[in-house]
C-alpha cells in the first residue's frame, strides 16, 4: 500500500499575487480562485491584486464579483490599457507582502504551480523563475517565441533558461533597489536583466504552459511586434550600451 505523503510544504511569511488583465473575462476568474488555492497552502498570509488593465469585455465585471465575496482580491481599473508593464507596475506598487507572484490572466499558467516555485525560495534566493516545459502555441509563436529567446539572451548576456515565461516570484523589497520602468511588453526583460545585473540570485522551476482558450494575443500582430523591436533596441542602448543601472 502507497504510504501518505508526510512532506510538510514550504510556507512563505507573505505572498502577493498579481495578475495584469487585458480582455480575459473567461479566464480571470478560475485564475484568481486557482491563485487563492494555492496562496493558502504556500503563504503565512496572502492578497491578490488584479489590474484590469482597460479591458473591453466583461472582464471587470467578473473581477468586481468576486471582490464582492474574497476580501483578499483588491481590483484596480484603468479606463484605458496602460501597457503590459503600466499594468504590472501598478500591482507591484499595491503589493503589501514580503514577495510577489505574477503571472499573466490569459490561463496559460496554471497558479496552482506555485508551490513549486515557493519551494525553491529557500535561503539567498531573491528571484524565483519559471521556465516553460514545452510550449503550447501555434508553431509560428513557437518559433517567434524562440528567435525571441535567443535573441535577447545573446543581447542582453541573459543565463536563464526561458526569458520570456511570465511566472515569477521574487522579493519586494528588490523593487526598492531597482527601480523599473518599462510599461510595455518588454518590462520582463527590463525586469530580469536589472535583477541579474544588480547580484540577485535565481532559481529557476519547470512550469506547465497551456493553449490559450479564451481571446487573442496582444503581442503577435505587426503592430506590436514593430513596436517590440522597436523598444527592445531602447532597451539595449539604456541597459547594455549605456549601462544604466538607475
Not at 484605458?80 to 501598478?90: D, I, M, V, W
Not at 525553491?120 to 509563436?141: F, L, M
Not at 513596436?227 to 538607475?246: E, F, K, Q
Amino acid at each position: 500500500m502507497t504510504q501518505p505523503d508526510s512532506r510538510v510544504l514550504r510556507k512563505l511569511p507573505g505572498i502577493t499575487a498579481v495578475f495584469p488583465a487585458l480582455n480575459d473575462g473567461g479566464t480571470i476568474g478560475s485564475m484568481v480562485l486557482a491563485a487563492r488555492a494555492a496562496l493558502r497552502t504556500s503563504a503565512e498570509e496572502y492578497e491578490i491584486i488584479v489590474v484590469n488593465n482597460g479591458s473591453r469585455d466583461y472582464t471587470g465585471l467578473v473581477l468586481d464579483d468576486l471582490a464582492r465575496v474574497l476580501p483578499e482580491l483588491q481590483v484596480i481599473h484603468h479606463p484605458g490599457p496602460l501597457g503590459y508593464g503600466g499594468a504590472l507596475r501598478t500591482g507591484f506598487a499595491a503589493a503589501s507582502k514580503d514577495w510577489i507572484f505574477y503571472t499573466d490572466g490569459d490561463a496559460q499558467y496554471n497558479p496552482l504551480e506555485l508551490k513549486g516555485l515557493v519551494e525553491a525560495a529557500t535561503d539567498g534566493v531573491d528571484v524565483v523563475n519559471g521556465y516553460k516545459i514545452a510550449r503550447q502555441d501555434p508553431w509560428y509563436r513557437t518559433v517567434l517565441g524562440r528567435l525571441y529567446h535567443h535573441t535577447v539572451r545573446l543581447l542582453f548576456g541573459f543565463h536563464l533558461r526561458d526569458v520570456d515565461c511570465d511566472f515569477r516570484l521574487f522579493r519586494r523589497d528588490i523593487l526598492e533597489k531597482v527601480p523599473l520602468e518599462s510599461t510595455t511588453g518588454t518590462f520582463g526583460l527590463e525586469m530580469v536583466k536589472r535583477f541579474q545585473d544588480a547580484g540577485y540570485r535565481f532559481a529557476e522551476v519547470p512550469v506547465s504552459h497551456f493553449p490559450r482558450r479564451y481571446g487573442g494575443s496582444q503581442f503577435f500582430n505587426p503592430h506590436n511586434l514593430y513596436h517590440t523591436a522597436r523598444d527592445l533596441a531602447v532597451l539595449w542602448i539604456r541597459l547594455v550600451v549605456h549601462r544604466d543601472r538607475s
